[in-house]
């Protein structure tokens, strides 16, 4: 397949136009997968099912927690056979930072990451119908410079998992760490990296290639990943190559239940279900999280053509490139990285590294991965049989403003659940006060290109609650929470009718 005719340049600046839902026969091409059938997926006579439980604002009574949790699926009306005896089952929180990166510390968590009272009852759920057979892996790979040590201390996920096992006899509980390496970093600059043992499975390479929404993103060859190392994400990101590294634990389960936050993202506009799979790389460098460069130069590095924005984009590029691979040099930078901080302002207040709107970059490397996940089996090969999938969010804390590493909390009391993550996450975005249509990864997951994982229209999502006022289509929704978007997507998401924020009685 010639790559310019069938994918056309599309640079980080293209139209929010362009991300409007193509017509069905456009969108809907031959999948390499089946989609789920209705009698197993969570659908309502056709239309994808997302179900929202309101309760209490906080995670005080971990057995109401379990209710709000069991209530949320029961809503969904899920086949009885959804989980069978013997089966594998994966669960992936948010795990991604055991703090706010702002304030360091045991107590700062409950808006950061997934609550360990709405994992437990995710778990104990899964327990009840494996019926003493198959297991239950808990797993994740948090931000490279995250400790997971101190994520297991502070959710304390060894006393999650003793009573899961106590309770459940016959059915394996683990929780693993799938990084293969965690990085320790000062001020943000990476100094040394520890060899963790990583998937015990191993880890799969997934070749997208032609079916990659960089199919004639003139961004590639600039793209910027995780690391100082761009050229090895460019390497990964090139003419008819497009391939990502995923970790064979959770593309080998029998079903996969997604367990995200609900917060604000400053890289796509939310972080929810779709962004989560951000977790289930084994080499997040592969990942092209913006293009380098001011919008004039076709980047979305730094919103502004001016002299500052490019004089940073100058500067960094060459630190980029003498630190990379040297821990040496690295120590020393750290001073001037602050120095340059007085210079060209805080991350928390100035933005840069595509942490905007106009970021053409990252939603696609987040489709991508729903790509590799749905369409994919843990052998890298096309799937046989569809993925039993589920997404159960937690939105009694979520997290607004400069999320997700730095939001401030946001009780909301909500509980969202569906077998689409983007049903799960346009219907999120609603509850957030945001226009779903001026996100780019939700848009753009209407029109992506074939193999796709989406089979319906936006206008068949139906929402099902305990609250009157949200029940229907997406566009019926009453009573938002209006949260704040990250800074440097203030003015470009939100919804009109979002003006006001939604009592949580």
């Not at 099912?49 to 309101?54: D, G, H």
């Not at 379990?66 to 989980?83: E, G, K, N, P």
């Not at 001073?335 to 901080?341: E, N, S, Y």
């Not at 696609?364 to 046989?384: E, I, P, Y």
């Amino acid at each position: 397949m010639d790559r310019g005719k069938t994918g056309g340049a599309e640079g980080p600046a293209a139209s929010m136009n362009s991300l409007q839902p193509r017509s069905s026969a456009a969108r809907l091409a031959p999948a390499i997968a089946p989609m789920p059938d209705a009698s197993s997926s969570g659908r309502a006579a056709g239309h994808p099912l997302v179900s929202i439980e309101s309760g209490p604002v906080d995670y005080a009574d971990a057995a109401g927690v379990r209710t709000q949790v069991y209530q949320a699926l029961s809503r969904l009306d899920l086949a009885h056979d959804f989980i069978r005896p013997g089966d594998r089952v994966v669960l992936k929180p948010n795990w991604v930072k055991e703090h706010d990166e702002r304030h360091p510390g045991p107590d700062q968590w409950e808006h950061v990451v997934t609550h360990p009272a709405v994992i437990e009852a995710v778990a104990r759920w899964a327990a009840e119908r494996l019926q003493g057979r198959g297991s239950i892996i808990l797993c994740d790979a948090p931000q490279t410079d995250s400790s997971f040590a101190r994520i297991r201390e502070y959710c304390r996920l060894d006393s999650l998992t003793t009573r899961c096992r106590a309770d459940f006899p016959g059915v394996t509980v683990e929780l693993l760490d799938l990084r293969p390496e965690e990085w320790h970093a000062v001020d943000g600059v990476t100094v040394s990296k520890t060899v963790l043992p990583g998937d015990p499975l191993g880890s799969t390479r997934v070749a997208l290639d032609n079916a990659s929404e960089f199919v004639g993103f003139a961004g590639c060859g600039r793209l910027y990943g995780a690391s100082f190392d761009l050229d090895e994400t460019n390497r990964h990101h090139a003419g008819t190559r497009h391939e990502y590294l995923l970790c064979r634990t959770p593309m080998d389960a029998d079903v996969f239940i997604n367990i995200p936050k609900l917060k604000t993202h400053k890289k796509v506009g939310l972080t929810c279900a779709l962004k989560n799979l951000v977790g289930i790389n084994a080499n997040k460098n592969w990942l092209p999280h913006h293009t380098e460069g001011t919008p004039s130069q076709g980047g979305d590095q730094f919103p502004a053509d001016n002299a500052k924005a490019r004089l940073e984009h100058s500067w960094m590029g060459t630190a980029k490139r003498l630190l990379k691979d040297n821990p040496l040099l690295s120590r020393l930078f750290v001073p001037l990285k602050k120095a340059g901080r007085m210079v060209f302002g805080d991350t928390q207040k100035v933005v840069r590294s595509g942490n905007w709107h106009g970021n053409d970059t990252c939603w696609r490397m987040v489709l991508d991965l729903n790509k590799c996940l749905f369409l994919h089996d843990g052998s890298g090969q096309a799937r046989t049989r569809p993925l039993r999938y589920l997404a159960v969010v937690d939105g009694i804390i979520g997290g607004e403003g400069n999320g997700p590493m730095a939001p401030d909390p946001r009780p909301c009391g909500v509980i969202v659940a569906g077998t689409h993550p983007l049903a799960v996450d346009c219907a999120s975005a609603r509850l957030m006060g945001f226009d779903w249509q001026r996100i780019r990864l939700l848009a753009g997951g209407f029109r992506m290109r074939a193999p796709g994982f989406v089979d319906f229209e936006p206008g068949t999502i139906r929402l099902t609650s305990n609250r009157a006022e949200w029940n229907g289509g997406l566009s019926a929704i009453r009573g938002t929470f209006a949260f704040r978007p990250h800074f440097g997507w203030a003015g470009a998401i939100e919804a009109v009718d979002a003006a006001a924020r939604a009592s949580t009685d």
